[in-house]
């Protein structure tokens, strides 16, 4: 395929990257599986995440004031070793042995925390405990690592410990930012990225800004129930998407 002229999935996936890097995350997942129609799905891991990691960079930019450095300690070390965990996988087990895994998991956690929404005083702390927080982290790491595929699972994750969308999305940059960049020498160490890649990235980054801009004028004028339920109901969909 040529870099000059990237196909039209390509280019709608780059939009869907400045969506989601602007508090859609759920959004992530139709990324994902616009560059796996595109290239192997494989190779697309290693050609998204110089996207994402400027997408990171952009709402960085634009939510640098809400970002709460105390949850990205928190979440961390358990996401990065999800990340070691997802690289041995990999290596060992062809990429779509996890979708449907992942998947299930993702689908329990957007109906436990339907209802919580629905009943708050459910599981009253849990969410807030060090054990939960370990679990999402290293399930998040998991699911970046073998398919860029952690979006929804920090919405999740950000969504039961009940943050302000603003909060939300700041911190997600700064998260996703950091997490992106410590997974580069574990794709390069995979062979996912090289100089083709690299171009046709840079050729899709004036998409990902289109995209990144629509998103947050969306997100300014949608209220936080109304957010909190597309949340929900974009990760449900990213879940059937990876079970079917």
């Known amino acids: 395929m040529s870099v000059d002229v990237p196909p039209l999935l390509c280019l709608a996936a780059a939009i869907c990257v400045g969506l989601s890097k ?3 995350p759920g959004v992530s997942l ?3 599986a616009l560059m796996a129609e595109a290239f192997p799905a494989r190779q697309s891991t290693g050609i998204l995440l110089p996207l994402l990691i400027f997408g990171d960079l952009c709402a960085v930019q634009a939510f640098r004031r809400h970002t709460l450095w105390a949850q990205i300690i928190r979440m961390l070390p358990p996401t990065i070793l999800g990340i070691v965990i997802g690289f041995f996988l990999m290596k060992s087990i062809p990429d779509t042995a996890f979708r449907p895994v992942l998947g299930w998991m993702l689908l329990a956690t957007t109906v436990v925390q339907t209802m919580r929404s629905l ?4 599981g009253g702390a849990v969410p807030h405990t060090r054990i939960f927080a370990w679990s999402m982290g290293i399930w998040a790491g998991v699911a970046t690592m073998v398919a860029n595929a952690a979006g929804p699972v920090m ?5 039961a410990i009940a943050l302000p969308k603003e909060n939300l999305v700041g911190t997600s940059a700064w998260f996703f930012l950091i997490i992106n960049v410590v997974k580069l020498p574990f794709s390069g160490a995979l062979g996912l990225l090289n100089a083709n890649s690299l171009l046709l990235d840079l050729t899709l980054c004036p998409l990902v800004l289109a995209g990144n801009w629509m998103g947050r004028r969306i997100l300014h004028i949608i209220p936080q129930r109304v957010f909190e339920l597309l949340l929900l109901v974009s990760a449900l969909a990213a879940a059937l998407k990876m079970i079917l």
């Open 30 to 32: 139709v990324t994902v």
């Open 155 to 159: 919405a999740v994750y950000l969504l």
């Open 119 to 122: 009943w708050p005083q459910m």
């Open 22 to 24: 602007s508090g859609f």
